[in-house]
């Protein structure tokens, strides 16, 4: 049973940082893409920030130059540095992978960033 479990989320003003944290079970976690995705009230989901298996990352042009994505293969983790947060960043954001070419999500962890 795959499993993605967040944590991180909260509440900063804007120009600060957060961590989140994405702890993934019930599959071959190195072997599989992992990242995170967001929604803001309103809009529809989107891709953040995507680390695949072989290490190769994609990021929204939003957020490009401001986040840093990882993943642990060891601890089976995937983590997102969120730097330079803007109003804008304020979401729910969904932990993500992509094992067995079908889309599984965490219940999501809420990033807000005040003004």
């Known amino acids: 049973q795959v499993q993605l479990v967040e944590s991180g989320g909260g509440l900063v003003q804007a120009g600060g940082s957060l961590g989140l944290s994405c702890a993934a079970s019930?599959?071959?976690?190195?072997?599989?893409?992992i990242g995170w995705y967001r929604q803001a009230p309103g809009k529809q989901r989107e891709l953040v920030a995507l680390?695949?298996?072989?290490?190769?990352?994609t990021y929204a042009g939003s957020v490009k130059g401001r986040f840093v994505i990882s993943r642990d293969n060891a601890k089976n983790t995937v983590n997102l540095q969120m730097n330079s947060l803007k109003p804008e960043d304020t979401a729910v954001y969904y932990c993500?992978?992509?094992?067995?070419?079908?889309?599984?999500w965490g219940q999501g962890t809420q990033v807000t960033v005040s003004s």
């Open positions: 993500f992978t992509d094992f067995g070419f079908r889309n599984y």
């Open positions: 680390i695949t298996s072989a290490g190769s990352i």
């Open positions: 019930g599959f071959s976690f190195r072997s599989w893409s």
